[in-house]
């Protein structure tokens, strides 16, 4: 284990070897594929894949590297340069011909500390050095091969981590954290202050010095995380941390997740999926020891593998589920828009116009009725527009009654808002297509129909009672308010050439504000 309370009490009978790990890194990552290969845990695992997989793509066996090392140094990270290495010991002399071929087949030898080196010119900016007959050394940058050529084994931070690693586990991996302390607690200070609760753990980065953790894998899995703290009065408040943690994380959980998977399956379903996620998070979150040893706090948690596997199926499950129920709303609120657009050109058809945003009373004043009552007759509901009386408003006594009846095709697969609600809304501001009391021509739409907004597809909170005459009031100054936030990353749109296009909600504002206009005299390019 790695926690220093239990120094050596399962440690396995050879040391981690140092040389090659530079004083100063930051990180470091220990694995012994050669041993867990072998382990009965991992029999009907893919040995003989990862033995291939290893051969044609660097020359070497993991099923012959006794121990691998990968660590990290503070350098170059500024710069796109980052200082990371890896330090393979193999059971075996190494076939350094074999790894040529595969890494640098035309490299020239150089050298470095008495060392041949070769870079990976298929592979930049790696560079392979053959360390010892049966060590080989891979590092992104010269410098940082240097100093692992170099490295001495002393009294440092990550060199004492790695002496207290329990090679009884089949995965470590441990931190000095308190060199990266001052970054991240700048970096922090540069981000928008979190929500609550989460500002609670923002003293975090001030009260931890190292982390250490180990994973072994059996008849479950066996993860632990050490925090180092400066003194038991911080390890005692990482503790309070730790067990909010928890609580946060099954307020999260009933919350957040439990509401989104519901919401991916039928009633019965969605309920069954929302207990059973329950169970799963209390049955993990219980398994969780918080315990503190002087200045370390540590988290243990023992999950059987059958949970685990269950656990990660699930949350797998849910984000296809989640990304086909969103394919096949797209596909829905598309066709749907396409068949608004259809019926808007047929209406052009006979009236020699688009309907006017509204229908008015006598005098042309007053708006009574959206234009969506306008193009009832081309959706093939022409029985219900003549039950409507188009010289009282939309919510007369007669009218009213009328909203209940809201053709399906102004309901977006997507929107939450009430029954009788639509958020397929034309454009109406100064230059669209609904600017003004009466119909536009496609004459009048200069810009080119397939680059010119008719309606869209709108947030949930712009939702609008379909036979009142109310749209999406655009504004130039925000040309995407109310749109983007119905589904995730894009919004549907209906242009005046009849065609639907999923628009990113990270368009260009210019961009936009153009496909808004009908004769602004603007270009419309899609890819700002």
């Known amino acids: 284990m790695l926690v220093a309370g239990h120094v050596q009490a399962a440690r396995a009978a050879d040391a981690i070897r140092l040389d090659y790990v530079p004083a100063d890194a930051v990180g470091a990552v220990v694995l012994q594929p050669a041993r867990l290969m072998k382990l009965p845990e991992f029999e009907l695992w893919p040995t003989e894949v990862i033995t291939a997989v290893g051969m044609e793509n660097a020359g070497i066996d993991p ?235 540590t988290l243990h948690a023992r999950i059987p593998l059958g949970i685990a596997a269950n656990g990660a199926a699930v949350s797998m499950l849910l984000p296809a589920v989640s990304s086909a129920r969103a394919a096949a709303q ?19 058809d006979t009236h020699k116009e688009f309907p006017a945003p509204a229908i008015r009373d006598k005098e042309g ?29 939309w919510d007369s006594d007669h009218n009213k009654k009328l909203i209940e009846r809201m053709p399906a095709v102004f309901r977006s697969p997507s929107q939450k808002s009430p029954e009788g609600t639509t958020v397929y809304l034309a454009a109406d501001g100064k230059g669209s297509i609904f600017e003004g009391p009466k119909g536009a021509r496609i004459q009048q739409i200069t810009d080119g129909t397939s680059n010119t907004i008719m309606a869209v597809e709108a947030d949930n909170d712009k939702a609008v009672i379909w036979t009142k005459p109310d749209d999406l009031k655009y504004d130039p100054k925000k040309p995407n308010a109310g749109l983007g936030h119905l589904r995730k990353n894009v919004f549907q749109v209906l242009f005046c050439d009849g065609s639907v296009q999923s628009v990113a909600t990270a368009i260009d504002a210019d961009t936009l504000r153009a496909m808004f206009t009908r004769a602004g005299g603007e270009v419309v390019d899609r890819n700002r």
């Open 63 to 297: 099923a012959q590297v006794e121990l691998a090392i990968g660590v990290s140094g503070m350098e170059g990270w500024s710069i796109g340069e980052p200082s990371l290495g890896a330090v393979l010991h193999l059971t075996q002399p190494i076939d350094q011909k074999a790894v040529l071929a595969k890494l640098a087949p035309e490299a020239e030898p150089e050298q470095l500390e008495g060392k041949p080196f070769y870079r990976c010119a298929d592979l930049k900016p790696l560079i392979v050095c053959f360390a010892g007959e049966r060590t080989v050394i891979v590092a992104t940058n010269e410098a940082y091969l240097k100093k692992m050529l170099t490295a001495k084994v002393g009294d440092t931070a990550i060199h004492k981590l790695l002496g207290r690693a329990d090679l009884t586990q089949h995965a470590s991996a441990m931190v000095d954290f308190a060199k990266l302390r001052p970054l991240v607690v700048l970096a922090l200070q540069q981000l928008p202050p979190p929500p609550a609760p989460f500002d609670e753990f923002l003293k975090l980065p001030e009260l931890v010095n190292s982390i250490e953790m180990s994973i072994k894998l059996g008849n479950e899995l066996d993860v632990q995380i050490a925090f180092g703290a400066d003194d038991a009065a911080g390890a005692a408040e990482l503790k309070k941390l730790a067990l909010r943690g928890k609580e946060i994380a099954r307020q999260f959980v009933e919350e957040e997740i439990v509401p989104a998977a519901a919401g991916e399956f039928d009633a019965a379903t969605g309920e069954a999926m929302g207990r059973y996620i329950r169970r799963v998070t209390k049955f993990a979150l219980d398994r969780i020891e918080v315990s503190q040893q002087e200045k370390q706090l």
């Open 330 to 348: 797209r596909a829905q609120a598309s066709n749907n828009l396409k068949q608004i657009g259809l019926a808007m050109h047929n209406y052009h």
């Open 365 to 393: 004043k007053k708006p009574l009725l959206s234009w969506r009552v306008a193009v009832l007759p081309y959706l093939e509901e022409g029985d219900l527009y003549k039950e409507f009386h188009l010289d009282e408003p």
